[in-house]
């Protein structure tokens, strides 16, 4: 049984940081491109960062390139995303999901967690 687990979520001031991570058992992690998403109150889910399975190849949305990096440990079957410079409008559930081919499409991806709560305030 899969099970794909957030964790690092949190309140944090504008300005601020957080590192999320997630762990997925239950597959072979290095075998899956990973994905970070968001869904904010009233809104759709979109996609933030998304990452190959060698880590040589990552995608950010417009709004959060240059200020989140996305990277993955396949020794340790972890995935980051480091957030920096954070915004209230970076305020949301994030979720992590595992593809088991390359792809950004989050219809595409196969496992998901059940999310860790971000929060900026201004």
């Known amino acids: 049984q899969v099970q794909v687990v957030e964790s690092g979520g949190g309140l944090v001031q504008a300005g601020g940081s957080l590192r999320l991570s997630c762990t997925a058992s239950g597959l072979i992690f290095g075998d899956y491109a990973m994905g970070w998403f968001r869904q904010a109150p009233g809104k759709e889910r979109e996609g933030v960062a998304c990452i190959n399975r060698s880590g040589g190849v990552a995608i950010y949305a417009d709004s959060v390139r240059g200020r989140f990096t996305i990277s993955r440990d396949n020794a340790k079957g972890t995935l980051f995303l480091q957030m920096n410079s954070l915004r209230p409008e970076d305020t949301a559930m994030y979720y992590c999901?595992?593809?088991?081919?390359?792809?950004?499409?989050?219809?595409?991806?196969?496992?998901w967690g059940q999310g860790t709560q971000v929060t900026v305030s201004s």
């Open positions: 999901a595992a593809a088991a081919l390359w792809t950004t499409d989050q219809y595409k991806y196969n496992y």
